[in-house]
């Protein structure tokens, strides 16, 4: 009998215009990063010049996460339907026009406005730039490479913090400035997205195969072709087969772990530095930081984790890490007044640990679903983690008036056990397998 072809697209090496697909599909997940953390710090200057309560704190820290729901559930299914480069380019377009128009605002409810309309754009963008990535990449790269689509979200944040930080130590009314200056990474990655192809996968699972034809050989080589591709021809975009039988479950498993991890972690980002003051770590500069360290820290535990992605094993690299979240939190929560170097080095822990979770938001999305409804179930995801990210981020300044900072860190350790007990139970081992395979109801 003869043995079957091995995929030349899947076992192919990182050719330099898929490096560069890479390094601007991340482009999204960078402002990402940047717009969410650069509004912790903004709100301390804009809160007495807006002259806000805590409740409108809490709505505007929320509202681009909402708008990040709403961006993911829509546009995901959009972009299995209407293919991946035309969305690639327009979502950023969006992210530019109202990075500007928040300088100009003059009300709470224009600015949360202007955020949960750049939401919508960045939860456009996650299942547009995860599939596009996620459908150009070998296997042997693929966990490493849709990992650290998701954690270049940090590098947003840790710029953020760095621009934040500046801005607010020339003057106390800099707020516009901080707000507006994400328009310049957006533009930066709007050029650098330009000329991107559409992905082969999605033409061929359309049935545009001459299409798909040019763009693998193009890429590829003149001996690679369709069949490289392993991809079903001419399938219908059908979003209600996300929700049936193994897909389902599938949905759950990745919707409940990316949003047991990105509530605590969303807010500690949002409200970061009233966080810290919370903890003993008010007095002059000290929260600054102390945020500063919490980003790096986020930063470097995903530097090991896109290794361990590969080397460990999904499923292994999720639940360890889920552990010694929990911990972190735990600490916080029972040990009242703390001393400034235990909060940072709970903080720090935590943060490092959170770098499997990460890389694994973009990993596992991309990988258990089929081309046809690969975007749609990442923007499904993304659009619960957010929900649930957006409702945390409100509550927790009324948590910490009216519960304490201590009870807060409780809540926030219950929710990342959660995680845990979900990921034991259902997290699958994927490393080292094909598009095919992974996404195989089988």
Known sequence: MEKARESLIENSEYKPVLKRITVFAGGGAVIDGYILTIIGIALLQITPDLNMDVNWSGIIGSSALLGILIGGLFFGYITDLFGRRLMYTIDLVAMVLFSVA??????????????????????????????????????????????????????????????????????????????????????????????????????????????????????????ADLEDLEEICNVKTDVGKIFQGVYLKRLIFVSVFWTCQVIPCFTLYTFGPQILSALNMGEGNKWIWGYMILNIFFFIGCIPALKWVESVGRRPLLIRSYVFMALSLLVLGIVSNAPATVVIICFAAYAFASGG????????????????????????????????????????????????????????????????????AWAPETRGKTLKETSSVV
């Open 357 to 424: 979770p990460t890389v694994l938001d973009g990993v596992y999305p991309s990988e258990l679903f089929p081309t046809d409804i690969r975007a749609s179930a990442y923007g499904v995801a993304t659009a619960v983690s957010r929900l649930g990210a957006a409702i945390g981020t409100y509550l927790l300044p009324l948590s910490i008036q009216k519960l304490g900072i201590e009870t807060t860190m409780i809540i926030a350790t219950v929710i990342t056990s959660f995680g845990l007990i979900v990921s034991i």
């Open 102 to 223: 928040q300088m100009f605002i003059s009300s709470p409810l224009e600015l949360a406005a202007c955020r949960f309309l750049i939401g919508i754009a960045i939860g456009a963008d996650y299942p547009i730039a995860n599939a596009m990535l996620t459908e150009f990449t070998p296997k042997k790269y693929r966990g490493f490479m849709t990992g650290s689509l998701v954690s270049v979200w940090y590098v947003g944040a840790i710029l953020a913090s760095i621009v934040g930080y500046v801005l607010l130590i020339l003057g106390p009314h800099n707020w516009r400035w901080m707000l507006g200056s994400s328009a310049i990474l957006a533009l930066i990655m709007l050029m650098g997205r330009w000329d991107t192809p559409e992905s082969p996968r999605w033409l061929m699972s359309k049935g545009r195969t001459e299409e798909a034809r040019r763009i693998v050989k193009n890429i590829w080589g003149e001996e």
